[in-house]
């Protein structure tokens, strides 16, 4: 590989996980990108400029360039970025011819997938698609999307020389819900990074967060959206049978649905009663997430969806066990049992069940602790890099997948 073009039209990878449209995409094509450099492919990881004091480029590490790209205004609301797709498309375009040694370029979300299929064919280049979400998945479970975006990741799944898959369950949707060929599908697990999320002291995590050593404490982590799932969180903690348990929720809200969740979320404490139970934290930079994880009792997350989870992850690479909604990605991250508990229903008393049996059990929560920690050693960043290397290196020799 000489140069390999990311993607990343909606998002960037150095803004802040949990605030506004950031969460673990951004974590994804950063340690991605950094691991591929490290390991001698050169990225340059394209953005759309959302503020006007961003410089035009960002050398990140050797082999990582930032560049932001100049397309509509700075502060265009998400649901008018379809609008802007062909003005970033252009510019990128036009940057790649003067790079000149790009070997492919990689598309995250079905916005940068709309651009990677266009340059694709006017580039003659690879195209390899990782979509984080789909919107057939998210109207499965509540959270219909617009039909433009259906029928654009239709398209860019039909012309993508390799579709990327966290898991089995994300692999299967692919191909029962989009007609995806399986032979156009890699499975390449995302990674976590032990140097910062491992095992440590409870008593000095709660310390450092001014939380009590003697009281439970449960623990939500990602954007206050419906899709989240904070609501299921806060009514669980009130129906636990550990009243003097707490819950700390990490993470912010953006736009309307955002606000809105966030209005729902204060109401629900109101009404139950948990003013004094609940902390609301606002997002934090990622390495300091950590802490969060390690002070946790339990981490909960009652996502109706997730490709992957890397929540779950990180939790269980700092050994803490997680009671998770039992969709996507999840089903794969948590054994049921030993690292933690699936919930197949959204019901709160569901989740409060099998929160109520971690914190009776400290010594079964402790083996499941241990478990989650040994099953999170095997998921790295290192080795996701590794794989993609060879998958870019060997799509450069195929042909390309032409639209049909």
């Given at each position: 590989m000489r140069t390999l073009a990311v993607l990343s039209l909606h998002t960037s990878p150095l803004a802040q996980p949990g605030s506004g449209d950031s969460g673990g995409m951004n974590v994804y094509v950063r340690e991605l990108v950094s691991s591929l450099a490290q390991a001698g492919v050169r990225s340059v990881v394209y953005v759309r400029r959302w503020?006007?004091?961003?410089?035009?480029?960002?050398?990140?590490?050797?082999?990582?360039?930032l560049v932001h790209v100049p397309a509509g205004p700075e502060d265009l609301p998400k649901e008018k970025l379809p609008e802007v797709v062909d003005e970033f498309t252009a510019w990128v375009g036009r940057d790649l011819r003067a790079l000149g040694d790009v070997d492919a370029i990689h598309a995250n979300y079905w916005l940068s997938g709309l651009a990677g299929h266009q340059l694709k064919h006017e580039l003659d280049l690879p195209l390899v698609s990782t979509f984080?979400?789909?919107?057939?998945?998210k109207a499965e479970n509540g959270d219909p999307e617009p039909q433009r975006r259906v029928d654009a990741e239709i398209e860019v799944i039909a012309c993508s020389d390799s579709i990327l898959a966290s898991c089995p369950a994300e692999a299967t949707q692919l191909v029962e819900l989009y007609g995806a060929r399986r032979d156009r599908i890699e499975l390449v697990p995302?990674?976590?990074?032990?140097?910062?999320?491992?095992?440590g002291d409870r008593g000095g995590a709660r310390q450092a967060l001014g939380l009590a050593a003697d009281h439970p404490v449960?623990?939500?982590?990602?954007?206050?959206?419906?899709?989240?799932?904070?609501?299921?969180?806060?009514?669980?903690?009130?129906?636990?049978r550990h009243e003097d348990a707490v819950l700390v929720a990490v993470g912010g809200a953006s736009g309307i649905d955002g606000d809105r969740e966030a209005s729902h979320a204060h109401e629900l404490v109101a009404r139950f009663g948990l003013q004094?139970?609940?902390?609301?934290?606002?997002?934090q930079p990622h390495h300091l997430?950590?802490?969060?994880?390690?002070?946790?009792?339990?981490?909960?997350?009652?996502?109706?969806?997730?490709?992957?989870?890397?929540?779950?992850?990180?939790?269980?690479?700092?050994?803490?066990p997680v009671v998770a909604a039992a969709v996507g990605g999840l089903r794969t991250l948590v054994d049921h049992g030993r690292t933690g508990f699936l919930v197949d229903e959204r019901d709160p008393a569901w989740y409060a069940a099998s929160i109520d049996e971690l914190l009776d059990s400290p010594a079964r929560a402790a083996a499941m602790a241990d478990a989650a920690a040994e099953l999170a050693r095997g998921y790295t960043w290192s080795t996701t890099a590794a794989r993609l290397r060879r998958l870019y290196a060997d799509l450069t020799a195929r042909s390309l997948v032409r639209c049909q």
């Amino acid at each position: 590989m000489r140069t390999l073009a990311v993607l990343s039209l909606h998002t960037s990878p150095l803004a802040q996980p949990g605030s506004g449209d950031s969460g673990g995409m951004n974590v994804y094509v950063r340690e991605l990108v950094s691991s591929l450099a490290q390991a001698g492919v050169r990225s340059v990881v394209y953005v759309r400029r959302w503020r006007d004091d961003l410089p035009d480029h960002v050398d990140v590490e050797p082999g990582f360039r930032l560049v932001h790209v100049p397309a509509g205004p700075e502060d265009l609301p998400k649901e008018k970025l379809p609008e802007v797709v062909d003005e970033f498309t252009a510019w990128v375009g036009r940057d790649l011819r003067a790079l000149g040694d790009v070997d492919a370029i990689h598309a995250n979300y079905w916005l940068s997938g709309l651009a990677g299929h266009q340059l694709k064919h006017e580039l003659d280049l690879p195209l390899v698609s990782t979509f984080h979400t789909l919107a057939r998945v998210k109207a499965e479970n509540g959270d219909p999307e617009p039909q433009r975006r259906v029928d654009a990741e239709i398209e860019v799944i039909a012309c993508s020389d390799s579709i990327l898959a966290s898991c089995p369950a994300e692999a299967t949707q692919l191909v029962e819900l989009y007609g995806a060929r399986r032979d156009r599908i890699e499975l390449v697990p995302p990674g976590v990074d032990h140097a910062f999320f491992s095992p440590g002291d409870r008593g000095g995590a709660r310390q450092a967060l001014g939380l009590a050593a003697d009281h439970p404490v449960l623990l939500f982590v990602g954007r206050i959206q419906p899709l989240k799932g904070l609501d299921v969180a806060i009514e669980a903690l009130a129906r636990s049978r550990h009243e003097d348990a707490v819950l700390v929720a990490v993470g912010g809200a953006s736009g309307i649905d955002g606000d809105r969740e966030a209005s729902h979320a204060h109401e629900l404490v109101a009404r139950f009663g948990l003013q004094d139970r609940v902390r609301f934290v606002p997002p934090q930079p990622h390495h300091l997430l950590s802490t969060y994880y390690r002070a946790a009792d339990v981490c909960v997350v009652p996502s109706r969806s997730e490709s992957f989870g890397l929540v779950a992850l990180e939790a269980a690479a700092c050994g803490t066990p997680v009671v998770a909604a039992a969709v996507g990605g999840l089903r794969t991250l948590v054994d049921h049992g030993r690292t933690g508990f699936l919930v197949d229903e959204r019901d709160p008393a569901w989740y409060a069940a099998s929160i109520d049996e971690l914190l009776d059990s400290p010594a079964r929560a402790a083996a499941m602790a241990d478990a989650a920690a040994e099953l999170a050693r095997g998921y790295t960043w290192s080795t996701t890099a590794a794989r993609l290397r060879r998958l870019y290196a060997d799509l450069t020799a195929r042909s390309l997948v032409r639209c049909q």
